[in-house]
């Protein structure tokens, strides 16, 4: 599993189907999550997924046109600009090797 998509907020989760759509149309495994919980909950699920990394989807995020990348296995986090997810996440631009 490449990524699983975190979000809250009703915004973020529009947001977030977006990111779904285009990173499986780039060739990625994706999951989300399909009701809104607690990111403490989602990041458990993600990790019992076997996902190798996160892209967490807030309304600071949302406000702020960009998404929260983490590496699940080391915990590195970063912020990249919405339109940059895929790109970012895609072969050797993304966070993270093998998990």
Do not use: C, H
Not at 15 to 37: K, T
Not at 74 to 92: H, I, N, T
């Amino acid at each position: 599993m490449d990524v699983f998509v975190a979000w809250m907020g009703t915004e973020a989760r529009r947001q977030a189907l977006r990111a779904v759509r285009q990173l499986r149309a780039a060739g990625l495994s994706v999951i989300y999550e399909l009701r809104e919980r607690r990111f403490g909950n989602q990041l458990k699920s993600a990790d019992q997924a076997g996902a190798r990394r996160a892209a967490i989807i807030g309304p600071r995020e949302v406000n702020e046109g960009k998404v929260k990348i983490r590496d699940l296995s080391s915990g590195e986090e970063r912020e990249v600009l919405f339109d940059q997810l895929v790109s970012s996440l895609e072969g050797a631009g993304g966070l993270g090797g093998a998990r």
